[in-house]
């Protein structure tokens, strides 16, 4: 929060992506994230400049974890700041759903019991990385 922290701020949101223990009715282990590094970085910072720059944002940061990500575990933070909580509350939602939809990152779900599954960084999308 301190990244985002402004005294022409009057409000911070603060969206805290976790791994759930279930998708889709199967338990889940944990979850993998890989991404193509240099690319998945420009797209992160061309959405968090393109939403603050709708939002009148006073800060964003967003970060992604790779690697493995265990249940209740964190795998997106998302900070934004603005004078009103209004747009602070549109713009967090916003540059979460451009993660989700454009950033070059992907997941594998791990289920117990199961060979594991990879997914595009959203619910429900099919495929593997290259």
């Known amino acids: 929060m301190d990244r985002v922290r402004s005294p022409q701020a009057g409000a911070i949101v603060l969206f805290a992506g976790t791994t759930r223990d279930s998708f889709a009715g199967k338990a889940v282990k944990e979850l993998q994230y890989t991404a193509y590094g240099k690319l998945a970085l420009r797209t992160m910072l061309s959405i968090a400049r393109d939403v603050s ?34 747009a602070a509350w549109r713009a967090g939602e916003e540059a979460l759903e451009e993660c989700k939809a454009k950033v070059e990152v992907w997941k594998r779900e791990e289920f117990h019991g199961e060979e594991g599954v990879w997914r595009a960084n959203r619910d429900g999308a099919a495929g593997a990385p290259e």
């Open 53 to 86: 720059v709708r939002h009148g944002l006073t800060g964003m940061a967003m970060i992604h974890r790779l690697g493995t990500v265990p249940i209740g575990e964190e795998s997106i933070l998302i900070a934004v700041s603005s004078p009103h909580r209004q």
